[in-house]
């Protein structure tokens, strides 16, 4: 069958908790949704979800996995997750084994970051370095395709995925993301497939079953971030 695992990043406070007033750290200590989704789950027969804080708080010791200026993963933190995604992995598919962030090539440039730009109303003064993950190499093809409105029922183009093809590697991948894909897990992810799959798009049922259909992947991996889960209401 297909592997599937769904990734939740923690948000930036409850890897830095120490940091936070002492007001907001009790009001943590109150039940947190992801709790909800894997006492939930506890009682059946799905995998719990792969919740990378522990992770990120261990690797927040040495380095800085969260941009000051920004509530978004560095591509240091984003390491740190595309580790513990592959590892976790390693169970069904013995054969993979992370890449090490050595071997990408990298692009140095300034970030000016969400919190910033939006909640401080800082300019371009405070940016921050970003050392970006580009791709492994060449061999590495990549293309843009349009995927129709399933949901709806309509033909047209409702959300475009990217698509990676790497001759050097085994196994098909699709990967569901949001921004925090943007920030370096793109490139690591498909230097480890033969084939990735990215849609920005949180799939329900219609989505997943007609992605499946199309693409046929061999894991599947849903990543969101941990402010993006939601309460049956929603």
């Given at each position: 069958g297909i592997i599937y695992r769904f990734v939740i990043i923690p948000n930036?406070?409850?890897v830095y908790t120490?940091?936070?007033?002492?007001?907001?750290q009790e009001a943590e200590a109150d039940i947190k949704r992801i709790e909800q989704l894997q006492t939930f789950l506890a009682g059946t027969a799905?995998?719990?979800?792969?919740?990378?804080?522990?992770?990120?708080?261990?690797?927040?010791?040495?380095?800085?996995?969260?941009f000051p200026n920004d509530t978004h993963w560095t591509e240091a933190g984003s390491y740190v997750g595309y580790c513990e995604i592959i590892n976790?992995?390693?169970?069904?598919?013995p054969d993979l084994i992370p890449i090490a962030l050595t071997?990408?090539?990298r692009k140095r440039s300034l970030h000016h970051g969400d919190l910033?730009?939006?909640?401080?109303?800082?300019?371009k003064e405070n940016a921050v370095p970003r050392n970006q993950i580009l791709a492994l190499n060449d061999r590495i093809e990549t293309s843009i395709e349009w995927l129709p409105d399933w949901e709806n029922g309509e033909n047209l183009p409702a959300v475009y995925a990217i698509r990676s093809h790497n001759p050097d590697k085994k196994h098909h991948a699709v990967v569901f993301y949001d921004s925090?894909?943007?920030?370096?897990?793109?490139?690591?992810?498909?230097?480890?497939?033969?084939?990735?799959?990215?849609?920005?798009?949180?799939?329900?049922?219609?989505?997943l079953k007609a992605v499946i259909e199309r693409f046929h992947p061999d894991i599947v991996i849903e990543e969101r971030k941990e402010s993006f889960l939601q309460t049956p209401d929603e």
């Open positions: 930036k406070c409850n120490e940091k936070m007033p002492r007001a907001l799905s995998p719990q979800p792969l919740y990378l804080q522990n992770a990120l708080q261990s690797a927040a010791k040495d380095e800085l996995v969260y976790s992995l390693r169970s069904n598919v071997e990408f090539p910033s730009g939006k909640l401080l109303g800082l300019g925090f894909g943007n920030y370096g897990l793109i490139p690591l992810m498909q230097a480890s497939f033969q084939e990735t799959v990215f849609i920005q798009n949180r799939p329900n049922e219609i989505t």
